[in-house]
């Protein structure tokens, strides 16, 4: 099990270094474009890269979102009930995610199987690594929702508190 848990935490720390470079060299392409197409030189293929590369970062980024359990929620209504109850709401709403997840995840790899053959005509590379993204970012968002469903399920029998499993920290 430690052996999981530190392949787990490295995974995280790549998944977060590659989500900033992608952010930062995305920021850096758009200013580029603008810049050339401000003196009248085209860069055909940066909205292009751009596109692909926000791809990737949405995904990750979205990873990390749910990974510290920081999706956009509304708990108006929800904060009001007891704890367990609370619990049991999120397990459900997890054991959803993860299921359309799952679904999405193969979704995504049978069309990046399908479309291999289809470039991005600007850049000369395979349209499925855009779809790729879906794959490695739902996976990555499918690991993370089954690690809460397991901690969920533990504060629902009792062998854990919610508090043991704290916002953002990798157990």
């Given at each position: 099990?430690?052996?999981l ?7 995280v ?5 590659c ?5 930062v060299?995305?920021?850096i392409?758009c200013?580029i ?8 030189f ?15 970062f ?6 990390q979102s749910?990974?510290?359990k920081?999706n ?5 209504l ?6 367990k ?6 397990l459900?709403?997890r054991?959803?995610?993860f ?7 193969g ?9 291999w ?9 395979s349209n499925?690594?855009?779809t790729?993204?879906?794959?490695v ?8 929702l ?6 969920d399920?533990m ?17």
């Open positions: 099990m430690k052996a848990g530190f392949i787990y935490k490295w995974i720390k790549a998944e977060e270094f989500s900033k470079l992608l952010l060299a995305i920021i392409l200013f474009s603008a810049l050339a197409r401000y003196m009248d085209t860069v055909t293929w940066s909205l292009d890269l751009v596109s692909l590369l926000f791809s990737w949405a995904f990750l980024a979205c990873s749910t990974r510290r920081a956009l929620g509304v708990d108006i929800t904060r009001h009930f007891s704890k109850l609370q619990c049991g709401i999120e459900f709403n054991l959803i995610m299921g359309f997840m799952v679904l999405m995840t979704w995504g790899a049978y069309m990046a199987q399908l479309n053959k289809t470039k991005i005509t600007t850049l000369n590379i499925s690594y855009v790729l993204s879906l794959v970012g739902g996976t990555l968002i499918s690991i993370a089954a690690i809460q469903v397991v901690q399920i504060v629902l029998t009792g062998r854990a508190r919610m508090e043991d499993f704290a916002e953002g920290r990798e157990e």
